[in-house]
């Protein structure tokens, strides 16, 4: 019996035990009570310094969005740019194939045969297809000389029209869109002062 007593005071030990850690629990949460009580103003600090940290950290994050938002409308802008350019530099190199056009229709004009009709028809397709990319030409006779779209070739003394005006265009010039490819190659009336 004293083996069965010692067995059971063992397990009494032992369940003691295992009812002590719960009691355990209770002491801390006891102690923990405490410190939220002691801890109460502390409480609120540290509520206002968590709620300025999300605020700064709400603020950042739309500052990088929106910087984000910017680099992203700039790339696409870039790219636009760079196709406008490299098409600009492609249609900059056919404005010497228009010009041939141009003097070869001008030399044939007396004749009227199938093959300046053919000419004519090639032409017409080439200036419909630069027009739909948005090629136009530069207008020149019969406009003041503007130094920004026309280049003058020469000065020529007349009063038959007002100064400054475009008397001839020697060489058409273009724009593809808004950008000037090439300026228009005239001849400028000159009023002389007498």
């Not at 700064?56 to 740019?81: G, I, M, S």
């Amino acid at each position: 019996m004293a083996r069965t007593n010692g067995k059971s005071q063992m397990d009494v030990k032992e369940i003691d035990a295992e009812h002590e850690l719960p009691a355990a629990e209770d002491e801390s949460e006891t102690q923990v009570s405490a410190g939220q009580a002691t801890g109460a103003s502390t409480g609120g600090d540290e509520l206002q310094k968590l709620k300025a940290e999300r605020d700064t950290l709400v603020d950042r994050l739309a500052r990088l969005q929106a910087e984000f938002e910017n680099a992203r409308k700039r790339a696409t802008r870039e790219q636009q740019e760079f196709r406008e350019y490299a098409s600009a530099e492609t249609v900059k190199s056919l404005l010497p194939i228009l010009d041939s056009f141009q003097r070869a229709l001008k030399i044939g004009a007396k004749e009227r045969s199938e093959f300046h009709s053919g000419v004519e028809l090639i032409y017409k397709q080439l200036q419909d297809g630069l027009a739909k990319i948005g090629l136009k030409t530069v207008p020149a006779v019969g406009q003041p000389f503007d130094p920004h779209v026309h280049e003058a070739i020469e000065m020529v003394d007349t009063t038959e029209v007002p100064d400054h005006q475009v008397l001839e265009e020697l060489q058409h010039g273009y724009k593809l869109k808004d950008r000037l490819l090439r300026p228009a190659m005239v001849r400028v009336a000159r009023n002389p002062r007498g």
